[in-house]
């Protein structure tokens, strides 16, 4: 038995293998084999359920947040892992752990207040990574909606991204903590420790937000940035000479522009890609250390394999009522 079972994953789920070192030996079990018994009183075999799958009920379709439950759709098939991250280690440290049916308490999404800070931190950075990435697709489809004649603001979904880059930092600082020395790979300084889709948003971010407002142009209605040059070496000195000149950029050839939107999608994609491909590396390395055994106290699976059924929109991951 693999730790993950193929019939509880995307169709494209290979990460495992493909990121692995030793991906021609077994990974470890995630929480153990199935275990059977026979019920003295009943004289019948039944089958003890490992806790990741007593998890497999859940998916953010139908019990994720209001957020996930809206956004999610935008961005699964482009970063699955997240789904599966969130269901093997976010809900078993969520109320939703403790009761098999949504009902009006709003509080069913939530962490529980029994868990440690290091992993609440988990919880909390991993979702932040979500809530950016997503809003910033949302943000630039709604903008490459909007009429030609309506401006738009395509520095706003950079920002986004920027955002969700140092949420990944902070998370990969939490999987650091709750892990030990099972995961070793991890890229410590942004950006220039991170893949270069990083340092691409960051250098474009810095450009447009931190300095003075940029030189644009314009066809069909359609906002045009300076295109980044191929060799990162050269972004710093490439980046200072629009800082104060609009007459830098009008001077720029049609080949030395790039469409804004073209461009966020762009970045968009290779930041989803190498966040996919990481959030397997950390599944496969954190399978090592079988998490859901030795941390039972709080990261609990649920007690009833019912199915759940949610009774009411769900609240927003993070939000109280007062």
């Known amino acids: 038995m693999t730790p993950f079972s193929s019939a509880r994953l995307p169709e494209d789920f290979s990460l495992l293998a493909q990121t692995n070192p030793a991906a021609e030996t077994p990974l470890p079990e995630l929480v153990g084999e199935k275990i059977e018994f026979y019920s003295r009183k009943h004289?019948?075999?039944?089958?003890?359920?490992?806790?990741?799958?007593?998890?497999?009920?859940?998916?953010?379709?139908?019990?994720?947040?209001?957020?996930?439950?809206?956004?999610?759709?935008?961005?699964?098939?482009?970063?699955?892992?997240?789904?599966?991250?969130?269901?093997?280690?976010?809900?078993?440290?969520?109320?939703?752990?403790?009761?098999?049916?949504?009902?009006?308490d709003r509080s069913w999404v939530r962490v529980r207040r029994d868990i440690p800070s290091e992993w609440q931190k988990l919880a909390l950075c991993h979702y932040s990574v979500f809530y950016r990435l997503s809003r910033a697709v949302e943000l630039r489809l709604e903008q490459a909606n909007t009429a030609p004649d309506v401006p738009t603001h395509p520095e706003e979904v950079i920002s986004l991204l920027q955002t969700c880059c140092e949420n990944v930092e902070d998370f990969y600082e939490a999987v650091r903590h709750v892990s030990g020395d099972a995961v070793r790979f991890l890229p410590r300084r942004l950006p220039n420790d991170f893949p270069l889709a990083f340092r691409k948003i960051d250098t474009y971010r810095n450009l447009l937000i931190h300095n003075p407002v940029l030189g644009r142009g314009e066809r069909h209605g359609e906002t045009l940035w300076p295109k980044l040059p191929e060799d990162p070496n050269s972004w710093e000195a490439w980046k200072k000479k629009f800082r104060f000149s609009w007459s830098a950029v009008e001077d720029l050839s049609s080949?030395?522009?790039?469409?804004?939107?073209?461009?966020?999608?762009?970045?968009?994609?290779?930041?989803?890609?190498?966040?996919?491909?990481?959030?397997?590396?950390?599944?496969?390395?954190?399978?090592?250390?079988?998490?859901?055994?030795?941390?039972?106290?709080?990261?609990?699976?649920?007690?009833?394999?019912?199915?759940i059924t949610v009774c009411q929109p769900l609240a927003a991951s993070g939000v109280f009522m007062k």
């Not at 699955?80 to 976010?90: A, C, K, Q």
């Open 43 to 104: 004289r019948r075999r039944e089958v003890a359920l490992t806790a990741s799958e007593k998890l497999d009920k859940f998916n953010l379709g139908d019990h994720g947040d209001r957020h996930e439950h809206e956004r999610w759709p935008l961005i699964r098939d482009r970063f699955g892992n997240y789904e599966i991250f969130w269901r093997l280690y976010v809900v078993p440290l969520t109320n939703r752990v403790l009761a098999p049916v949504a009902g009006p």
């Open 255 to 307: 080949e030395e522009l790039v469409s804004a939107r073209a461009l966020l999608e762009s970045l968009e994609n290779d930041l989803a890609a190498s966040l996919n491909e990481t959030w397997g590396r950390i599944l496969a390395s954190l399978a090592s250390r079988n998490p859901h055994e030795r941390f039972k106290d709080f990261l609990r699976a649920p007690d009833s394999n019912d199915t």
